[in-house]
């Protein structure tokens, strides 16, 4: 069973920074693809980060590039997104997700939430 655990969310000031992690039970990294997605108050949830089950092919949304980076050691089974130059407008519940290769993401974690203070 695929169970998906994120943490380090948190409150931190405009041009900070906050490394999330999600500790992932029950899948094997290159059969999965990781993704991290955001959901602020009122609006839909939105997808922030890429990474491919071979751990070299990222993507990212416009509003995140050049300032998150997606990344997973596969020795402890776990993916991280480092967020710096953090703003108001990234304010949101982050999720972890996961997809088998050729499908969409069907595996969640509960969330964690990030506030960014201006």
């Known amino acids: 069973q695929v169970q998906l655990v994120e943490s380090g969310g948190g409150l931190v000031q405009a041009g900070g920074s906050l490394r999330l992690s999600c500790a992932a039970s029950?899948?094997?990294?290159?059969?999965?693809?990781m993704g991290w997605f955001r959901q602020a108050p009122g609006k839909e949830r939105e997808l922030v980060a890429t990474l491919s089950w071979s751990g070299i092919s990222t993507s990212y949304a416009d509003s995140v590039k050049g300032r998150f980076t997606i990344s997973r050691d596969k020795s402890k089974n776990t993916v991280y997104l480092q967020m710096n130059s953090l703003k108001p407008e990234d304010t949101a519940v982050y999720y972890c997700?996961?997809?088998?290769?050729?499908?969409?993401?069907?595996?969640w974690g509960q969330g964690t939430q990030v506030t960014v203070s201006s």
């Open positions: 029950g899948l094997t990294f290159s059969n999965y693809a």
């Open positions: 997700s996961a997809r088998l290769v050729g499908r969409q993401y069907d595996y």
